[in-house]
């Protein structure tokens, strides 16, 4: 089910007033994934798009996120905008981007972003910084007068969120919040307490 317009333009305004406040890194979203079986993990990713389809980022399908959405394609994430004083949650379900948008999000990569994602094998273990810059400098020459390829083992996802939360920090605690719900296919919007 495709995100309301309504939504869309609010986390674009909620993203624009953290930018402009000077937050860091606004498109930092903490995403939260389960192996299914109980275990929940989290870290930080970057988000890359945002359209009627949802949120989307770009990693590793080898690294633990990428297992675990493997086997329960079910996210939550979070952006925390200190600086304007603004929160966003999403919760709901995942699914890979087309080829073809991985292939183009990928070009535009710099280059040396591109020979790390071939280079890292995200999550595994890994015996010293010099055996992963070793590959990396060997990946430089296979790669040399060339373009380098998308691995097949990066790409896209696109979070399709059934809930969006916006928080406002307000004084005294006394927060603005507004849950958006997708409820049998339509979408509704309810103030909750601080």
Not at 38 to 48: D, N, Q
Not at 169 to 184: A, M, P, S
Request: proline letters at 5%; a negative charge; hydrophobic letters at 40%.
């Amino acid at each position: 089910m495709a995100l309301p317009r309504e939504i869309i333009e609010e986390f674009n305004r909620a993203f624009k007033k953290a930018r402009v406040a000077g937050e860091p890194e606004p498109t930092a979203m903490v995403l939260a994934t389960s192996d299914g079986e109980g275990l929940v993990t989290s870290r930080t990713v970057l988000l890359k798009a945002l359209d009627e389809d949802g949120f989307v980022f770009f990693t590793n399908t080898r690294s633990l996120k990428g297992r675990q959405l493997a086997v329960c394609p079910r996210a939550s994430a979070t952006f925390l905008w200190k600086a304007s004083g603004c929160q966003v949650q999403l919760v709901g379900s995942v699914r890979l981007v087309s080829d073809e948008a991985a292939d183009a999000y990928f070009s535009t990569r710099d280059r040396s972003s591109q020979i790390g994602a071939w280079a890292s094998d995200q999550s595994a273990p890994l015996d010293s910084r010099e055996t992963l810059l070793h590959r990396a400098r060997e990946l430089e020459r296979e790669f040399d007068g060339r373009e380098v390829p998308r691995p097949p083992h990066w790409t896209g996802y696109v979070l399709e969120p059934e809930q969006v939360e916006f928080w406002w920090q307000r004084e005294f605690r006394l927060h603005d919040r507004f849950l958006y719900r997708l409820e049998e296919g339509i979408w509704t919007r309810q103030r909750l307490n601080p």
